[in-house]
């Protein structure tokens, strides 16, 4: 089985805002940054698992093969702070996240272990079908959650690994056997 792990292209956020879970869309011009994501993706998938967020759903919908939309592939929920600036969340709030993001939430959010506990229960489902070619079509924190499962990277570690917007990154499943082929191609 042939994965794909693909970040969405930019979304229409102003710089420094927190947007996990809020429904952004595509920032202008977004065809061209499709196009080119697309480039390096195969024509033919099998099937194209998506988050539902509209940023994801919006390359899904570009793409060759059955489209499955799954929440559990949502970005990290940031609850209270949702389309919040960073720097005017309270800093009693957010500085001891900061220091312990595995395992702290934000307020009426969830913690990044959370969302690994999410994610792994699709990548076990998805790794029991027999499927040729697979696109993941998802989010930074989602993205490297599933790497870190892959490498069996303590998940405080993963934010050391690039996943840039429309970026690629491609895992192979040979008889249980797991291989990353490259990680963060755009
Ligand atoms: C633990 C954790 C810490 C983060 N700090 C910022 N973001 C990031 O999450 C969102 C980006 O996701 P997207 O791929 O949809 O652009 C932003 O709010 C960004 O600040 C984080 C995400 C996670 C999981």
């Not at 970040?7 to 940054?33: E, F, N």
């Not at 209270?80 to 307020?107: G, R």
């Not at 990044?112 to 506990?117: K, S």
């Not at 917007?165 to 963060?184: D, L, R, W």
Request: hydrophobic letters at 40%.
């Amino acid at each position: 089985m042939e994965i794909y792990l693909v970040r969405h292209t930019t979304p229409d956020v102003p710089k420094g805002t927190c947007y996990g879970q809020s429904d952004l869309p595509l920032a202008m011009g977004y065809q061209k940054d499709l196009a080119q994501t697309q480039s390096l993706l195969p024509e033919k998938l099998g099937a194209v698992y998506s988050s539902p967020l509209l940023r994801c759903k919006t390359l899904a919908w570009e793409l060759e093969g059955e489209i499955n939309f799954d929440a559990r592939l949502k970005e990290l929920n940031f609850g209270d702070w949702e389309l919040k600036k960073w720097e005017d969340i309270p800093k009693e709030q957010l500085n001891p996240w900061m220091e312990s993001y595995v395992e702290l939430a934000p307020p009426k959010g969830e913690s990044y272990l959370q969302l690994a506990e999410r994610v792994k229960a699709f990548w076990n489902e998805l790794l029991e079908k027999e499927l040729d070619t697979v696109a993941i079509i998802s989010h930074g924190g989602v993205i490297r959650a599933l790497l870190s499962i892959i490498l069996d990277l303590d998940l405080k570690n993963s934010f050391k690994l690039q996943i840039d917007y429309g970026s690629v990154s491609q895992v192979s499943i040979n008889q249980k056997q797991i291989t990353i082929q490259y990680i963060n191609k755009v």
